[in-house]
């Protein structure tokens, strides 16, 4: 592994079932996002955690739950699927606070995941 | 509220320069970052201010404004390959990026 990794690349989900995106990275960053992005909508904020163990609600976080058991993963559920959230699903990292403003080299700036693309029929 | 504004769709010849603006108000400031993300991949770094004035890296360039709340990305020598959403974010008092909502920049031969 290196960077992050998400799973599965794409879906197509019935309404109403429940599903997990996976994330993980191997950099060792205290922080992780969730992101989702739509035409037109740019990237939208779904849930984060500044570090393990600490979860935190973005913009949009309805109909989805995080958790951060430990460094490396931050797994994102969706507990009944419905239409809406059909969307592609971003994971990214960061080393975190003002370790990420004043940090240099690969650490800079948010890495994300290759992206989840999921259709909920 | 917070806000990040960026046009939404530009144009540009291969070979020219093209100038991608974006303004923003945030609730704090701790930098802001431009990021390159082609069709159907995730977005990638290409450039960070944290303070005012003009930072290059080879055929880009980003510029800041911290007093107008302004930056833009410029880009010379257009090649195909940089067609591409070019996305503005800001770094707010919480340490989290503040995302536009992308320009799209055609580049025509």
């Known amino acids: 592994i290196a960077g992050i990794t998400q799973a599965p690349t794409s879906q197509i989900l019935a309404a109403g079932r429940r599903m997990t995106l996976r994330c993980t990275q191997d950099?060792?960053?205290?922080?992780m996002y969730w992101y989702r992005q739509d035409l037109g909508l740019g990237l939208r904020l779904i849930h984060y955690?500044?570090?393990?163990?600490?979860?935190g609600k973005g913009e949009v976080p309805d109909g989805y739950s995080v958790s951060r058991a430990n460094t490396d993963d931050f797994p994102l559920t969706l507990a009944s699927a419905v239409p809406s959230q059909t969307s592609v699903y971003f994971c990214?990292?960061?080393?975190?606070?003002?370790?990420?403003?004043?940090?240099?080299?690969?650490?800079?700036?948010?890495?994300f995941g290759s992206g989840t693309r999921l259709t909920v029929v | 509220g917070q806000n990040i504004d960026q046009p939404t769709e530009m144009t540009a010849t291969e070979g020219a320069i093209v100038q991608i603006n974006c303004t923003y108000q945030?609730?704090?400031?701790?930098?802001l970052f431009w990021y390159q993300q082609h069709a159907g991949e995730a977005p990638t770094f290409l450039s960070y201010?944290?303070l005012d004035g003009l930072e290059e890296k080879g055929r880009f360039s980003s510029f800041l404004s911290r007093s107008k709340g302004y930056s833009y990305l410029l880009l010379k020598e257009l090649q195909m390959k940089d067609s591409a959403s070019y996305l503005c974010?800001?770094?707010?008092?919480?340490?989290?990026?503040?995302w536009g909502a992308g320009t799209k920049l055609i580049i025509k031969p």
């Open positions: 945030t609730s704090g400031f701790n930098g």
């Open positions: 950099m060792r960053h205290n922080a």
């Open positions: 990214a990292s960061s080393p975190g606070g003002d370790v990420f403003v004043t940090g240099q080299g690969p650490g800079y700036g948010y890495t």
């Open positions: 974010a800001v770094m707010d008092s919480n340490y989290q990026l503040i």
């Open positions: 201010n944290v």
């Open positions: 955690s500044n570090t393990a163990g600490t979860t």
